[in-house]
Structure formats: C-alpha cells, structure tokens
C-alpha cells in the first residue's frame, strides 16, 4: 500500500474509511521526519500492514488534522481505528513506528 498525502479537507474522510490508520505528521524543516520518511514508506508496502492506510500531514499547514492527534512535537505518529485517535507519540525511531503499528493490528 502506498502512504497517501492528506489536507486538513481530506484527512476526515480518510480516518472514517473503516481502515486502521496510522498518521506521520512532518514540517518540511524537520530533519528527523526527513530520516524516518524512506523507512514509514517501506512499512507501508510490507505485507503485514497491508490492511493499515498510512497517511502524511503536512503539521504546519494542516492545523485540525494537527489538533485531532494533539501534535505536541516531531515527527509524529498517531494511531486511528473505527474514525477515533487512539494513540499518539512524538518518535524518530523505525522500531517505535513498528511498536505502534503492530500495537494497531491487534
């Protein structure tokens, strides 16, 4: 599965889609989110994942899909099931995004 870009105008409708959702969100200054980017992209196309949708926001231009995670640094990850937040942390660390994302499949 490929990460999809998401807007303040489009990230409702992706976490109502009835798939579990994990959210990168990034600045374009970040160098961190700069870093774990190649390895979120790769996780989306491992098959143990495949039934998770992976999205990017854009932090700084997309203040309510900010705000529904409660963004407090970054990069950040937040977790979506059933149109809800259910978890969230500030990391740079694969292992960490994996931690969450197996944490989503259960």
Not at 17 to 32: E, L, R
Not at 44 to 69: G, K, M, W, Y
Request: negative net charge.
């Amino acid at each position: 599965m490929a990460v999809h870009s998401s807007t303040d105008a489009d990230f409702q409708q992706f976490i109502d889609s009835g798939k579990p959702t994990i959210v990168k969100y990034f600045a374009d200054w970040c160098g961190n989110c700069k870093l774990i980017a190649p390895k979120y992209r790769r996780l989306s196309d491992d098959t143990r994942f495949a039934e998770i949708q992976f999205l990017d926001v854009n932090a700084e231009e997309n203040e309510q899909a900010r705000h529904a995670a409660g963004v407090d640094n970054l990069p950040f990850f937040a977790l979506f099931k059933d149109g809800k937040f259910v978890k969230g942390k500030a990391a740079s660390r694969e292992e960490a995004v994996l931690a969450m994302l197996e944490e989503l499949k259960s």
